[in-house]
């Protein structure tokens, strides 16, 4: 409870009041947000998901999901910039060696700036790195050649969350095109400028701008096998255990913009006076608001449910934590459009902040993989 209090004042402080104006930046590179990233490293949040041990705040995943809402109630996009970077936090304690987090570990606890990125999505390659259709054509194709002690990675990455700002990257390349991505492709740990890795175009986004993806281009870029993460060939089945947290995470961030748009939206019904009333007393407006208030409800329990069963079901079930992102995502796009009904006309101008909450929620239809694949997924596992 008091790190929640901590992060809502932090929000309410440093990031509510300038996120709608940095949002209308457009240049992406000038729209990253390096003053809130430092400001909230320094109070412990990006390195919150490292263990205790390990010099984090060894927090669980309920708690990075109270965390995150917070953040996202703020802003969209630095709720997934700090989130990304808790997801990609478990690579260091669960799936790195010791000899790799002597290295590795302390180049992020040391750095406010240094952010995580996971590079995956292809422009080709997007829903089929699922897993639900496997076959040797199947899925990412940026290509790892081992020459004598390193591999050699060529191709690209595109959408990546944190691209070109993270400094440290856990790429996915496949190892074996013979076989399915879930035996064929393996995890690579690499800093920002390595040789042979470089930026390439920054995504211009209708929401979620706040944070910046990007393209990731491999031009024969070496990599020592002492940066593989964890076993070759073994990275799919390796690392989709982790992703489980990363749904329920994932989940708790959209549900940011929809608890925003409706506590403006109730404020805003309470001063907005027609047919001789403040519209809060028009039943009409009153069934919008009930609705938008059990939806937000029924999301933050779910997710709720689905951090505990993750810290306390063993074996897991993969599909409740899929669903949930799936849920919360649909609920929290449902929350913003009846906000958008209930402020009317102004709604829809960019001087309110109706229209900012509609365009960030959208994201999530897609973002944590595709709300369809999901469903797709879960229904092999009903």
Not at 115 to 130: C, F, I, Q
Not at 136 to 154: D, F, H, T, V
Not at 246 to 265: D, F, I, K, N
Request: hydrophobic share 40%; aromatic share 8%.
């Amino acid at each position: 409870a008091a790190l929640q209090r901590m992060t809502r004042e932090f929000v309410n402080k440093e990031i509510k009041p300038v996120a709608g104006e940095r949002d209308r930046i457009q240049d992406p590179h000038e729209r990253f947000p390096w003053d809130i990233v430092e400001m909230g490293s320094k109070l412990g949040l990006r390195t919150l998901a490292i263990p205790e041990e390990m010099g984090g705040g060894g927090a669980d995943i309920l708690t990075l999901s109270l965390v995150g809402e917070e953040l996202a109630v703020g802003d969209l996009g630095v709720g997934v910039i700090f989130d990304q970077t808790w997801k990609f936090s478990y690579m260091f304690s669960e799936l790195m060696n010791d000899e790799q987090r002597a290295r590795w570990l302390p180049k992020f606890m040391d750095d406010h700036r240094c952010v995580l990125a996971k590079g995956a999505t292809e422009p080709n390659h997007g829903s089929d790195n699922s897993g639900v259709v496997k076959g040797a054509g199947i899925g990412l194709q940026l290509s790892a050649k081992k020459e004598g002690e390193y591999w050699i990675l060529n191709g690209m990455k595109h959408f990546i969350s944190n691209g070109g700002v993270a400094k440290i990257y856990f790429i996915s390349a496949r190892t074996d095109k013979t076989v399915g991505i879930d035996k064929g492709v393996t995890g690579f740990i690499i800093e920002k400028d390595h040789p042979g890795f470089t930026i390439g175009n920054i995504h211009d986004k209708m929401g979620q701008r706040l944070i910046q993806n990007a393209e990731l281009i491999f031009e024969d870029c070496r990599v020592h096998e002492r940066d593989v993460l964890g076993e070759v060939n073994e990275a799919f089945r390796l690392q989709k255990d982790l992703a489980k947290a990363s749904h329920v995470q994932a989940a708790a961030t959209v549900l940011g913009p929809a608890r925003r748009a409706y506590e403006e939206t109730l404020e805003y019904a309470r001063n907005r006076v027609q047919g001789g009333k403040p519209i809060i007393e028009h039943q009409i407006v009153q069934n919008m608001l009930t609705e938008m208030y059990m939806l937000i409800e029924a999301s933050r329990n779910y997710i709720w449910r689905a951090a505990w069963q993750n810290q306390n079901i063993e074996p897991l079930d993969p599909k409740y934590s899929a669903m949930t992102k799936v849920f919360v995502s649909e609920a929290a796009f449902k929350v913003c459009h009846l906000a958008m009904e209930v402020w009317g006309g102004m709604g829809y101008m960019t001087e309110a902040p109706i229209e900012k909450c509609l365009r960030d929620a959208t994201s999530f239809f897609h973002s944590d993989g595709t709300n369809q694949m999901q469903r797709l997924k879960s229904a092999k596992l009903l």
